[in-house]
């Protein structure tokens, strides 16, 4: 059983402004940023758009799942570790924070990493620094990375 009751649908026009408004955010607070480190996958995308808007071109990735289809599994698996010169001075870029367990995980091997995500759950607040919008903690996000006109399954599974 899901515990999700409600989704949101998410458009790239909508990505697209979300990023923006938070790259102007973060280029207030934090100019000194050169690197960013994406969550794959849904990491990718925002983290595109952020390096074009902060020209940040030093980016990296970090493969991390801690779901099984629709259901928060309870470990956080590394798919792929990440280049440790990206360990300082590093903005994290993930689309989503819902219970905050992958970016705790991840923070352990940073130091004072800056996390971004475009949405962040009441759970998961705690673990990011910059957010475009809060959505309750009973919310399955749909980016559009992951949908068509309808929810579309990836070719491979």
């Avoid at 790239?12 to 994406?38: N, S, T």
């Avoid at 010169?85 to 800056?114: C, Q």
Wanted: glycine share 6%; hydrophobic share 40%; charged share 25%.
């Amino acid at each position: 059983m899901s515990v999700y009751q409600k989704e949101k649908y998410v458009s790239w026009d909508e990505v697209q402004i979300l990023c923006r408004m938070l790259a102007a955010r973060i280029h207030h607070d934090r100019p000194d940023l050169i690197r960013i480190l994406a969550i794959t996958r849904g990491g990718l995308f925002p983290a595109g758009i952020l390096a074009r808007e902060l020209n940040i071109k030093l980016i990296e990735t970090v493969g991390m799942e801690s779901y099984n289809g629709m259901e928060q599994g309870n470990d956080v698996q590394v798919l792929k570790e990440f280049n440790q010169r990206f360990s300082h001075n590093v903005l994290v870029v993930d689309d989503l924070a819902d219970t905050g367990r992958t970016l705790k995980e991840l923070k352990k091997s940073l130091v004072k990493p800056v996390v971004v995500t475009l949405f962040a759950k009441p759970e998961g607040l705690s673990m990011v620094d910059y957010y475009a919008e809060e959505v309750p903690q009973d919310t399955w996000v749909r980016f559009p990375w992951d949908t068509a006109r309808a929810y579309v399954p990836p070719l491979v599974s």
